[in-house]
């Protein structure tokens, strides 16, 4: 075990991923080695052992490090092994789990079986070593530090890691987008919002990772349940929009009404102006405070506006 190095688990410039297997233990010679049941890699290159929970524990040691290697055929309550024998530990080895080891074999535990081509892989591997043929490139800078130099990108195993930290970032940025959106109702917004507009915000701070109307839609649906400070509102004429919990519709209407009587009267796009509000809410707001009885409209030739109701 003291041949392994600890790694990122990325894959080098002309390194290949040839096969994983996951439910594989590591031995320390006969001993059960100190780390927990993980994922096996083959690569053109290396062999990579990786932690099942822990993606950040990774480490990994390369195949010219192998002797030879055998088959341990699985017994009552013992799985199948493959015995790998190796090289002593080389003077420029980087530093690992383990500093020492009495023992000069490892030995993988396939628990969830995969051994066979597992084995024939690694023979292959052995056989050809792709690794004389196609170095790996030297590690490209990335930046300063101790893990400056380690290449990014390539293979199953970058491909994995990228997709988690994309899906923490997306989490990241979704919590910041219902919460920005939150302020955004509270100063520019009167409070309410459409769900178009929402609709377009959160997707923008998703990137490519989009919602679907129908998702949007039933997510809004739970604000309530779950206890945040927003909430689904229909309107009589369909619209659907988000407005924030402690804004109630008396306000709405008292707002409608101050304007308009300031005003003397107003049409939805002119309401529209002078609360930074849509044209579509701004009008679903005066069509409020008229079916309350606080407005009334003239719908002429030249569009729908609305005044004090004095009647």
Same mark, same amino acid.
């Given at each position: 075990m003291d041949r392994f190095y600890w790694s990122n688990g990325l894959l080098e410039i002309n390194e290949t991923l040839v096969i994983q297997q996951r439910g594989v233990r590591l031995y320390d010679g006969d001993d059960k080695a100190k780390l927990d049941i993980g994922i096996a890699l083959l690569s053109?290159?290396?062999?990579?052992? &990786?932690? %099942?929970?822990?993606?950040?524990c990774c480490i990994s040691m390369p195949l010219s490090q192998i002797i030879f290697f055998e088959e341990q055929a699985a017994g009552i309550g013992?799985?199948?092994?493959?015995?790998?024998?190796l090289h002593p530990v080389p003077a420029n080895k980087e530093q690992g789990p383990y500093q020492n080891s009495k023992f000069s074999y490892i030995k993988l535990s396939f628990k969830e079986h995969g051994q066979i081509e597992f084995f024939r892989r690694l023979n292959e591997e052995m056989t050809q070593k792709r690794w004389e043929n196609t170095p790996a490139s030297p590690p490209i800078p990335t930046g300063v530090g101790p893990q400056a130099g380690r290449i990014r990108a390539v293979g199953i195993v970058g491909i994995e890691r990228k997709i988690e930290e994309?899906?923490?970032?997306?989490?990241?940025?979704?919590?910041?987008?219902?919460?920005d959106l939150?302020?955004?109702?509270?100063?520019? &917004?009167? %409070?309410?919002?459409?769900?178009?507009?929402?609709?377009?915000?959160?997707?923008?701070?998703?990137?490519?990772?989009?919602?679907s109307p129908e998702d949007l839609l039933n997510a809004c649906k739970m604000f309530e349940s779950l206890k945040l400070p927003l909430r689904l509102r229909v309107f009589d004429s369909g619209v659907?929009?988000?407005?924030?919990?402690?804004?109630?519709?008396e306000e709405m209407i008292a707002s409608a009404l101050d304007n308009v009587s300031e005003k003397g009267s107003l049409t939805a796009e002119e309401f529209a102006k002078l609360l930074g509000l849509s044209v579509l809410l701004s009008k679903e707001r005066l069509l409020l405070a008229e079916k309350m009885g606080h407005l009334c409209r003239d719908d002429s030739v030249e569009g729908l506006r609305f005044y004090p109701n004095l009647f």
């Amino acid at each position: 075990m003291d041949r392994f190095y600890w790694s990122n688990g990325l894959l080098e410039i002309n390194e290949t991923l040839v096969i994983q297997q996951r439910g594989v233990r590591l031995y320390d010679g006969d001993d059960k080695a100190k780390l927990d049941i993980g994922i096996a890699l083959l690569s053109t290159h290396r062999l990579i052992w &990786r932690d %099942g929970k822990n993606h950040d524990c990774c480490i990994s040691m390369p195949l010219s490090q192998i002797i030879f290697f055998e088959e341990q055929a699985a017994g009552i309550g013992k799985s199948a092994k493959i015995v790998i024998h190796l090289h002593p530990v080389p003077a420029n080895k980087e530093q690992g789990p383990y500093q020492n080891s009495k023992f000069s074999y490892i030995k993988l535990s396939f628990k969830e079986h995969g051994q066979i081509e597992f084995f024939r892989r690694l023979n292959e591997e052995m056989t050809q070593k792709r690794w004389e043929n196609t170095p790996a490139s030297p590690p490209i800078p990335t930046g300063v530090g101790p893990q400056a130099g380690r290449i990014r990108a390539v293979g199953i195993v970058g491909i994995e890691r990228k997709i988690e930290e994309r899906r923490k970032e997306t989490d990241k940025n979704i919590s910041e987008a219902f919460e920005d959106l939150s302020k955004l109702m509270v100063k520019e &917004r009167g %409070g309410m919002m459409a769900l178009t507009e929402v609709y377009c915000l959160v997707n923008r701070a998703r990137g490519m990772e989009l919602l679907s109307p129908e998702d949007l839609l039933n997510a809004c649906k739970m604000f309530e349940s779950l206890k945040l400070p927003l909430r689904l509102r229909v309107f009589d004429s369909g619209v659907m929009v988000v407005q924030l919990q402690s804004h109630s519709e008396e306000e709405m209407i008292a707002s409608a009404l101050d304007n308009v009587s300031e005003k003397g009267s107003l049409t939805a796009e002119e309401f529209a102006k002078l609360l930074g509000l849509s044209v579509l809410l701004s009008k679903e707001r005066l069509l409020l405070a008229e079916k309350m009885g606080h407005l009334c409209r003239d719908d002429s030739v030249e569009g729908l506006r609305f005044y004090p109701n004095l009647f």
